[in-house]
């Protein structure tokens, strides 16, 4: 794991461990929420770079790809660990719908499935740029198939 990821990771336990043991019921919710956006800003910080290759805005690297990919898939096994704690009761400033506590199975495997994408997506590094952009489209269905049942349209 990179000294980066591991270094966001550990920080966000140091900043949440406490609130998690020690607090009212909103604090823990707003720290679960707060987790969460923290480790999805993470994912997306990885993704950006991969967007920008498939269009064409910066020049393609296999080699940040796959790396960034093999992040991703790291961290999206780790999206429902951090929506286990049910805040729908809650008044948050969050995007995440209450569906997902309503069918947390379902939500389960799809960030699984999309961690499955991202894996194939760090593969595909190895067979050139076209198979990139496939498993980019398909990184990015998995991704939608989320969002449009479990994130807040905007």
């Not at 956006?37 to 770079?49: A, C, D, I, M, T």
């Not at 992040?71 to 969050?94: G, N, Y």
Request: proline share 4%.
């Amino acid at each position: 794991m990179p000294k980066l990821l591991f270094s966001l990771i550990f920080s966000a336990l140091l900043i949440t461990a406490p609130l998690t043991f020690a607090a009212s019921d909103d604090e823990r919710a707003q720290a679960a929420a707060e987790t969460r956006q923290g480790l999805l800003k993470v994912v997306v910080s990885y993704f950006g770079p991969i967007l920008g290759m498939v269009r064409q805005q910066l020049p393609y690297d296999g080699d940040v790809v796959k790396n960034n990919a093999e992040q991703i898939a790291t961290l999206l096994p780790m999206i429902p660990h951090v929506f286990q704690r049910d805040t729908s009761a809650f008044d948050l400033d969050t995007e995440a719908l209450d569906s997902i506590w309503e069918d947390y199975e379902d939500f389960s495997e799809k960030a699984a499935a999309s961690a499955q994408a991202a894996s194939n997506l760090a593969a595909a590094t190895a067979d050139g740029q076209g198979a990139v952009m496939k498993a980019f489209g398909a990184l990015g269905g998995s991704c939608k198939a989320c969002h449009d049942n479990y994130r807040e349209q905007n």
